[in-house]
C-alpha cells in the first residue's frame, strides 16, 4: 500500500540525514540525565535546576547528583551554589567538579573570569559542550541535572545529539510570550526524540508581605493551560517570592536554606 | 564603499536593544521605545532578530500578519495604532506561530544578513534592533551586517537582580 511505501521513503531519509550526526553516548558513570529548559530567557532555568538538583540529594541521601551548567553565555551555577575558582585535573587530564551542599558541579562560569562575555559562533560553542559534557570526572551519579540557556538552537541540540537524556522539564513563567517560547522548547525536544517529563509554573504569583493581597503578576495560569494543550503534567507551580531571589543571590538556594517554606 | 541605493540608506539612526540575560524586557523595552519614538513624530523601524524567541509580533498583535515581496526585497510589517511602525521579525515567515526554529549558527547567521540588507525599511529616523538573550551567533552577525552603516550604539537591558 501506498502509506508503507511512504514510510519505507522516511526511514530511509532519517537513516541518510542521521549518517551525518554525532553518536549518541552515555557518559561514563551517570545513570540518569534531566535537562532543565524553557525556550524564554530569565524563567528560572537555573533556580530551578539548581533546586531540583539539591532536592533530589535531600530526598535521597543515597543518591548521587551532580549539575551540569550549559549555558556558556551566561553561566548562573557559579553564583547559586557559592562555589569559585578553576577545576583541577585529574591524572586522566579530566577537570574535576567543584562540590558543594554534596552536589558536583561544572560550569563554563569556573573556566572564565566573572564578567568575561563570552562571544563564541555555534561551532566553538558545540566544543565547549562536548569538554563540559566528556572532559569532566563525574564519577559515579545516579542524577545529572543539565541547566540549559534559552533558546532552541546550538547548545540544545549538542546536548541532545550526545548524550542519552532521560527527561526535560521545561520552566515557564504564565506571561503570553513566555509561553510562545516554552511550546517552541517543548516541540524543539520532540524533533530531537527526547522525553518532556512536564512543565513548571514558575513566578506564577505574588504576595505582599504587607497586607497578603495575592496578585498574579506574569498572568494566572497560563502554564497549566499550556500543559493542557501539549498534554503535559504540572510537575511544580512556583510562587514569585523574593526569598528565592536572595538566596540564589547569596548562593545559598532555598531548599536548602529554607526547606519548609512555601517556595 | 556602499552602493548607492541599499535597503538601510533612507535609515538616519540604528539602536541595538542588548542584555546579555534573559527575560529581562529588551522586547518590551524596544516596542515601548518604538512606540515613544513615533509619538514624538519620528518614522521607526523594528527589525527583531531574536529567531528562537520572537516575541515583537505578539506584543503589537500582529502576529498572524504574513510578508510580501517587493522589488527591493522584503515588505515589512506596518503595526502600530497609525500603521505607522515598520516590523521584521523570523514570527511572520513560520507556518505557524508556535513552530519551533532550531537552528544551528550557519543557519541562523544567513537569515540575519538577509534581515539586515533585504528589507525595504525606506526611510526612518530610527530602526530599533531587538536581539536574543546571550552573546552569540546573532549578535556577532547582527553587529557584522550593521557596521558598514554605523550604527548608533546600544541600550543595555537589565534587572536589579
Known amino acids: 500500500s501506498s502509506s508503507s511505501g511512504d514510510e519505507a521513503v522516511r526511514d530511509k531519509r532519517a537513516r541518510i540525514l542521521s549518517r551525518g550526526l554525532p553518536k549518541q553516548k552515555p557518559i561514563e558513570g551517570v545513570k540518569q ?58 591524572p586522566k587530564n579530566l577537570m574535576r567538579p567543584l562540590k558543594n551542599y554534596g552536589i558536583a558541579c561544572m560550569s563554563m562560569g569556573f573556566l572564565i573570569e566573572e564578567t568575561a562575555p563570552v562571544v563564541w559562533r555555534g561551532l566553538m560553542v558545540m566544543s565547549a559542550v562536548e569538554k563540559l ?37 521545561i520552566v515557564s513563567t504564565p506571561q503570553d510570550v513566555a509561553l510562545l517560547d516554552a511550546h517552541k522548547g517543548a516541540e ?59 538566596t540564589c543571590d547569596s548562593g545559598q538556594p532555598v531548599v ?7 517556595a | 564603499t556602499l552602493p548607492e541605493r541599499t535597503n538601510l540608506a533612507g535609515v538616519q539612526h540604528i539602536l541595538l536593544v542588548l542584555s546579555g540575560k534573559g527575560g529581562v524586557g ?8 518604538a512606540l515613544a519614538l513615533r509619538s514624538a513624530g519620528k518614522r ?34 506596518f503595526v502600530g495604532q497609525d500603521k505607522a511602525i515598520s516590523l521584521m521579525s523570523i514570527g511572520f515567515l513560520l507556518e505557524r506561530p508556535d513552530d519551533a526554529v532550531v537552528w544551528r549558527g550557519p543557519k541562523k547567521n544567513a537569515l540575519i544578513k538577509q534581515f539586515v540588507t533585504d528589507v525595504a ?41
Open chain 1, 33 to 90: 540525565v534531566v535537562v532543565v529548559a524553557s525556550g524564554k530567557g530569565g524563567v528560572g532555568k537555573s533556580t530551578t535546576a539548581v533546586n531540583i538538583a539539591l532536592a533530589l540529594a535531600a530526598n535521597d541521601s543515597t543518591k548521587e547528583v551532580g549539575l551540569l551548567d550549559a549555558d556558556i553565555y551566561g553561566p548562573s551555577i557559579p553564583k547559586m551554589m557559592n562555589l569559585k575558582g578553576n577545576p583541577e585535573l585529574t
Open chain 1, 133 to 169: 559534557l566528556r572532559q569532566v570526572d563525574w564519577g559515579q551519579l545516579d542524577y545529572l541535572v543539565i541547566d540549559m540557556p534559552p533558546g532552541t538552537g546550538d547548545v540544545q541540540l549538542s546536548v541532545s545529539q550526545n548524550i542519552p537524556i532521560a527527561g526535560a522539564v
Open chain 1, 188 to 246: 524543539m525536544f520532540r524533533k530531537v526524540h527526547v522525553p518532556v517529563l512536564g512543565l513548571v509554573q514558575n513566578m506564577s504569583v505574588f504576595q505582599c508581605p504587607k497586607c497578603k493581597h495575592e496578585t498574579h503578576i506574569f498572568g494566572a495560569d497560563g502554564v497549566r493551560d499550556l500543559a493542557k494543550t501539549l498534554e503535559l503534567d504540572i510537575l511544580g507551580d512556583i510562587p514569585l517570592h523574593v526569598n528565592i531571589r536572595e
Open chain 1, 256 to 262: 536548602i536554606s529554607q526547606p519548609q517554606s512555601d
Open chain 2, 26 to 33: 529588551k522586547s518590551t523595552l524596544s516596542t515601548e521605545l
Open chain 2, 44 to 77: 521607526v523601524g523594528i527589525l527583531d532578530v531574536d529567531l528562537c524567541g520572537p516575541s515583537i509580533p505578539r506584543m503589537l498583535r500582529v502576529q498572524d500578519s504574513a510578508v510580501h515581496q517587493c522589488d527591493s526585497g522584503w515588505v515589512p510589517v
Open chain 2, 121 to 161: 525599511w525606506g526611510d526612518l529616523d530610527f530602526l530599533i534592533v531587538d536581539t536574543p538573550p546571550g552573546t552569540s551567533d546573532e549578535h556577532i552577525s547582527t553587529v557584522e551586517a550593521l557596521r558598514p552603516y554605523k550604527p548608533l550604539g546600544a541600550i543595555l537591558v537589565t534587572t536589579p537582580q
